[in-house]
């Protein structure tokens, strides 16, 4: 048991559990006195699990939601990579999941009135999903506004150039962007004839690894 009193002159007492207290005698600085009124001392609210959300599974290099959680006391939230809370690693109501593929829990707990409370937790999962790519064989650039682009496409890269080439080998056309493609012009502008051409697409995959496709493809008009 530990008597004290602030700048106020308030008394603090210290070492006590929750509960009543009543009949009191206090000898401090040999001053002696009696209380009989009834002191309450009660714990500090616990913060309860803050709404954490709910668990959520990505493909490797989609865009990845923030974590969101809800406090109910006012207090601080904060993040955790463990279950005993023993390692912070950020604050605030929002936190930024890692993208490395596996599956990760986060932990958050919101702290007021120096007591941490239960906490709640997430599961982020982020599979290394099959890669979708295709390749057309024959495109029609007539401007009728159906398969009048050459166009190759490819899941799960991050980065992609094509070529185009002539029979000779000659460059005809080169981009390098996915979401474009060849329109069946060449380098001047000028229309190219119908006829076998053969292309290079160069893609770099999520995990940095660079692949190239190689093949023909016949423009038809």
């Not at 981009?175 to 069946?184: I, N, V």
């Given at each position: 048991?530990?008597?004290t009193t602030d700048a106020s002159g308030n008394l603090l007492i210290s070492g006590l559990d929750a509960g009543d207290y009543d009949n009191w005698s206090i000898d401090l600085s040999g001053c002696s006195g009696t209380d009989v009124t009834v002191i309450s001392l009660t714990d500090p609210s616990i913060p309860t699990a803050p709404d954490s959300g709910t668990d959520s599974i990505y493909c490797e290099?989609?865009?990845i939601d923030n974590l969101f959680a809800v406090a109910?006391?006012?207090g601080v939230l904060n993040w955790y990579s463990d279950p005993?809370?023993?390692t912070t690693i950020g604050s605030g109501p929002t936190y930024t999941p890692s993208s490395?593929?596996?599956?990760?829990?986060?932990?958050?707990?919101?702290t007021a009135s120096g007591c941490v409370g239960m906490a709640s937790s997430i599961t982020i999962t982020i599979e290394p999903c099959?890669?979708?790519?295709?390749i057309p064989n024959v495109f029609t650039p007539n401007g009728d506004g159906i398969n009048d682009v050459l166009i190759f496409t490819r899941t799960n890269a991050?980065?992609?150039s094509g070529s185009i080439f002539n029979r000779w080998g000659e460059l005809i056309y080169t981009?390098?962007?996915?979401?474009?493609?060849?329109?069946?012009?060449?380098?001047s502008g000028e229309f190219a004839p119908d006829g076998v051409y053969f292309y290079t697409f160069t893609v770099v995959t999520l995990n940095d690894e660079v692949i190239e496709y190689s093949g023909s493809v016949l423009l038809q008009r």
């Open positions: 048991l530990g008597i290099g989609d865009n109910g006391f006012g005993g809370l023993t490395t593929v596996g599956t990760t829990i986060y932990y958050v707990a919101e099959p890669t979708e790519e295709s991050t980065s992609f981009w390098f962007q996915e979401s474009s493609g060849w329109d069946g012009r060449n380098l």
